[in-house]
């Protein structure tokens, strides 16, 4: 029998790429070879992928499995589609560059927000956990966590829930829980580096935001938060604001981009764009990140964008952003050479699984 070929074994991840999606199949059929291309360009040794926008595998009123996609649907012509569907993006995610990475997912039940992290497969964590209290079983509401371990660094991606308009408890509320438990993560957390990537859904100063006064006093249908800190534009407003300079603070963290990029840039400076048709056309925010421990700061080359928003051309026309991170030197670290992978998956493991649990449905509704 051949042998597969030997992976050279690299100590730490130098480069890292992270992408809201916006649904990664609608990407996979419009935008890949787009993408592939930044991809193949940048050559990151980590992308970290938000709003994959898939659902996680389990029949109807079954828990769901957050760490594989859904193989099961309610009628064969459905099964059929979704197989197909399937099929493409493992297509996809089996072709040059994406072959050379281990993919970890993190979903909803639903085709609603969720993580991925692609990781280079000469790189070898200790550990991949899929929840802020670092439990390897236990999967953040809607996949919106996927946290990689290394010897000498710790890499956070995450998908923070919207801020929304009002004083509720799939809003405001929930955005207060997601912000005080973030905050204890980074204050627990501060025995090794952190990298902390993702869509966060917060734009931290004015100069984070094409039109602040736009922002700060936006409305929907006229209401009006009963804390006129709550007022304002989702992710812009103070109390989020506040909340996340407190985070940055109490974590000793930076904003890897601003700590480079010190003046407002209304070309390449944002990461997110409002519809092209009405009020919030041209109106733009800077809401996906690299956050840094303060130790780290001194050794980033470089913090870009390389997208841009949804009226704009840009290498991945449509997609809110991409932001690349580049280390000047290695993080000292030991061989990783014996580490084992932890929860990771294959491509080809995750095909065969699917194929089988397919089968098993199709001889089921015969």
């Known amino acids: 029998m051949t042998k597969p070929p030997e992976v050279d074994i690299k100590k730490e991840p130098l480069k890292f790429l992270t992408w809201n999606a916006n649904s990664l199949l609608l990407r996979v059929k419009n935008n890949w070879p787009e993408f592939s291309s930044v991809v193949s360009n940048l050559d990151p040794d980590i992308i970290a992928i938000q709003e994959v926008r898939m659902p996680a595998a389990g029949s109807k009123g079954a828990p769901k499995i957050p760490r594989e996609l859904k193989d099961d649907t309610s009628s064969s012509r459905e099964e059929s589609r979704l197989f197909q569907t399937m099929q493409v993006l493992i297509r996809a995610l089996s072709s040059p560059p994406f072959g050379n990475y281990r993919v ?8 609603y927000a969720g993580t991925a992290l692609l990781v280079k497969k000469c790189l070898r964590p200790l550990k991949v956990s899929f929840s802020l209290d670092r439990t390897v079983s236990k999967h953040e509401p809607d996949g919106r966590v996927i946290l990689a371990e290394f010897e000498t660094i710790r890499v956070l991606n995450t998908y923070a829930p919207n801020n929304g308009w009002k004083e509720e408890e799939n809003s405001f509320q929930r955005r207060r829980k997601w912000d005080k438990r973030i905050l204890e993560f980074a204050v627990q957390s501060s025995d090794k580096p952190l990298i902390w990537c993702g869509d966060l859904n917060v734009s931290h100063e004015d100069i984070d935001v ?56 209304m070309e390449f400076g944002f990461s997110w764009s409002g519809n092209p048709v009405g009020k919030y056309r041209g109106k733009q925010m800077r809401i996906d990140y690299f956050i840094i421990s303060e130790k780290l700061k001194e050794r980033v080359a470089s913090c870009e964008m390389h997208g841009k928003g949804i009226e704009l051309e840009g290498q991945v026309a449509s997609i809110w952003s991409h932001l690349l991170n580049i280390f000047r030197h290695p993080i000292p670290c030991i061989d990783l050479q014996i580490l084992q992978v932890s929860m990771g998956v294959t491509i080809a493991q995750f095909l065969s699984n699917f194929q089988k649990s397919a089968k098993k449905q199709i001889d089921i509704s015969r």
């Not at 709550?230 to 109490?250: V, Y």
Request: overall charge positive; hydrophobic content about 30%; charged content about 30%.
């Open 104 to 111: 970890w997912w993190s979903l909803a039940d639903t085709k």
């Open 210 to 265: 094409s039109h602040p006064e736009f922002f700060s006093a936006a409305k929907m249908n006229g209401y009006v938060p009963p804390n006129k800190e709550d007022c304002g534009q989702p992710g812009f407003t103070l109390s989020e604001r506040k909340r996340f300079g407190a985070i940055l603070k109490e974590g000793r963290l930076v904003d890897a981009y601003r700590y480079l990029h010190k003046e407002k840039d």
